[in-house]
């Protein structure tokens, strides 16, 4: 009997020990998000948002990373510097190493030197400011530079609509993005001979009027009206517009391109140009699965900001996976650097910028249609 006693506590000691290993080895990797889940810009976070759950939960229904359990641990930074930092604070003090986000340049610039006093990361699908460009830092992201789309826009519109005066209205609640695209355009367009005949800055906010604006914006007689905006004061200046100009020609930057502007701006859509990442003609069985699953996951169109937080999951996934004991993320990003995407390579160079292949898209039918 004796024996038999000391044979239980053994083997219950064996089991507990067995039970802890099994334990220890189920420590989740746990990954951060942040982006602006309430207010004007939420589709743009809440996008970004699912497509990164949505990649997490299918490597979880492939058996997670190395048998470890993946969690997305999301933060709402209100698309407010402060409660961005404060967010941010709460993901490096539970040792998050790796945050997905943000999803608007004017946060990223607020909380980027928090980010570089830790040991964390910043992924980010959709930050273009070019104010973050060539910079060895902890902010890292998937998607080019303002440089790149504004100047595609710019010669687009000038070498294929013969478009030769612009007059721009952009959004300076979003600065470090909106001026950096201004910037660029007005580089990439007056190289080409083109010219910028007004420039018209507004804060975007609940109280803004933006009949007085489109009324300047027209009676510059421009070829075109270029807004730099997000989707929601895209859509209503461009209804604006055609009320008094039907056939004014309109680009928009990539902020606005969402399914949400079409949605609002109606009829008032068509026709609008914008250079982005996104091929939404894409007939590829990967990127047809992945449509296929987000619809069936969130009841809605992922739109540029669900593909890219679907892309930067990926990478943040792959780069756990292939991670050596005591190896910095950062440095296993830089050392790969190129990742697949769902539509194409992701080319990260050594500041942690990436190169990405951008189309031009113009809007038909409710639509864009890639025409670039």
């Given at each position: 009997?004796?024996?038999?006693?000391?044979?239980?506590g053994?083997?219950?000691?064996?089991?507990?020990?067995?039970?802890?290993?099994?334990?220890?080895?189920?420590?989740?990797?746990?990954?951060?998000?942040?982006?602006?889940?309430s207010?004007?810009?939420?589709?743009?976070?809440?996008?970004?948002?699912?497509?990164?759950q949505?990649?997490?939960?299918?490597?979880?229904?492939?058996?997670?990373?190395?048998?470890?359990?993946?969690?997305?641990?999301?933060?709402?930074?209100?698309q407010?510097?402060?409660?961005?930092?404060?967010?941010?604070?709460?993901?490096?003090?539970?040792?998050?190493?790796?945050?997905?986000?943000?999803?608007?340049?004017?946060?990223?610039?607020?909380?980027?030197?928090?980010?570089?006093?830790?040991?964390?990361?910043?992924?980010?699908?959709?930050?273009?400011?070019t104010?973050?460009?060539?910079?060895?830092?902890?902010?890292?992201?998937?998607?080019?530079?303002?440089?790149?789309?504004a100047?595609?826009?710019?010669?687009?519109?000038?070498?294929?609509?013969?478009?030769?005066?612009?007059?721009?209205?952009?959004?300076?609640?979003?600065?470090?993005?909106?001026?950096?695209?201004?910037?660029?355009?007005?580089?990439a367009?007056?190289?080409?001979?083109?010219?910028l005949?007004?420039?018209?800055?507004?804060?975007?906010?609940?109280?803004?009027v933006?009949?007085?604006?489109?009324?300047?914006?027209?009676?510059?007689?421009?070829?075109?009206?270029?807004i730099i905006?997000?989707?929601v004061?895209?859509?209503?200046?461009?209804?604006?517009?055609?009320?008094?100009?039907?056939?004014k020609?309109?680009?928009?930057?990539?902020?606005a391109?969402?399914?949400?502007?079409?949605e609002?701006?109606g009829?008032?859509?068509?026709?609008?140009?914008?250079?982005q990442?996104?091929?939404?003609?894409?007939?590829?069985?990967?990127?047809?699965?992945?449509?296929?699953?987000?619809?069936?996951?969130?009841?809605?169109?992922?739109?540029?900001?669900?593909?890219?937080?679907?892309?930067?999951?990926?990478?943040?996934?792959?780069?756990?996976?292939?991670?050596?004991?005591?190896?910095?993320?950062?440095?296993?990003?830089?050392?790969?650097?190129?990742?697949?995407?769902?539509?194409?390579?992701?080319?990260?160079?050594?500041?942690g910028?990436?190169?990405?292949?951008?189309?031009?898209?113009?809007?038909?039918?409710?639509?864009?249609?890639?025409?670039?």
């Amino acid at each position: 009997m004796r024996r038999f006693m000391r044979f239980m506590g053994l083997a219950q000691c064996v089991a507990a020990v067995a039970l802890l290993a099994a334990c220890q080895k189920a420590e989740p990797v746990r990954i951060g998000f942040v982006g602006g889940l309430s207010g004007k810009v939420a589709d743009l976070g809440v996008a970004g948002r699912n497509g990164a759950q949505l990649a997490v939960e299918q490597r979880m229904a492939s058996g997670g990373i190395n048998g470890r359990p993946v969690e997305l641990v999301v933060r709402d930074d209100e698309q407010n510097p402060e409660k961005a930092k404060q967010v941010v604070a709460e993901l490096i003090g539970q040792n998050i190493e790796l945050i997905i986000g943000p999803m608007t340049s004017s946060i990223a610039m607020a909380v980027v030197p928090q980010i570089n006093a830790s040991r964390s990361i910043l992924l980010s699908p959709t930050v273009t400011t070019t104010d973050l460009a060539g910079k060895d830092d902890n902010f890292l992201r998937i998607i080019s530079s303002t440089r790149d789309y504004a100047t595609k826009s710019a010669r687009y519109q000038y070498e294929k609509l013969g478009t030769r005066t612009v007059a721009v209205i952009y959004d300076t609640g979003n600065k470090a993005y909106s001026e950096s695209w201004l910037n660029d355009f007005r580089s990439a367009f007056e190289g080409f001979g083109g010219r910028l005949v007004l420039v018209k800055p507004f804060q975007s906010g609940k109280d803004t009027v933006f009949q007085p604006l489109v009324e300047e914006l027209l009676a510059a007689k421009s070829d075109g009206v270029l807004i730099i905006s997000n989707a929601v004061d895209s859509a209503l200046i461009c209804q604006l517009i055609r009320k008094q100009a039907s056939g004014k020609r309109i680009a928009m930057s990539e902020w606005a391109s969402t399914e949400r502007f079409m949605e609002l701006a109606g009829a008032a859509s068509e026709g609008v140009t914008v250079s982005q990442f996104l091929d939404r003609n894409d007939t590829s069985p990967r990127y047809r699965e992945f449509l296929a699953a987000y619809r069936a996951r969130f009841k809605q169109e992922p739109g540029f900001a669900g593909v890219a937080g679907y892309d930067a999951a990926l990478v943040a996934l792959e780069v756990f996976s292939h991670r050596r004991e005591g190896q910095n993320l950062k440095d296993v990003i830089i050392g790969k650097k190129t990742f697949q995407g769902l539509q194409q390579p992701l080319n990260i160079d050594r500041f942690g910028d990436a190169d990405r292949r951008s189309f031009v898209t113009t809007i038909r039918n409710n639509t864009y249609v890639t025409v670039e």
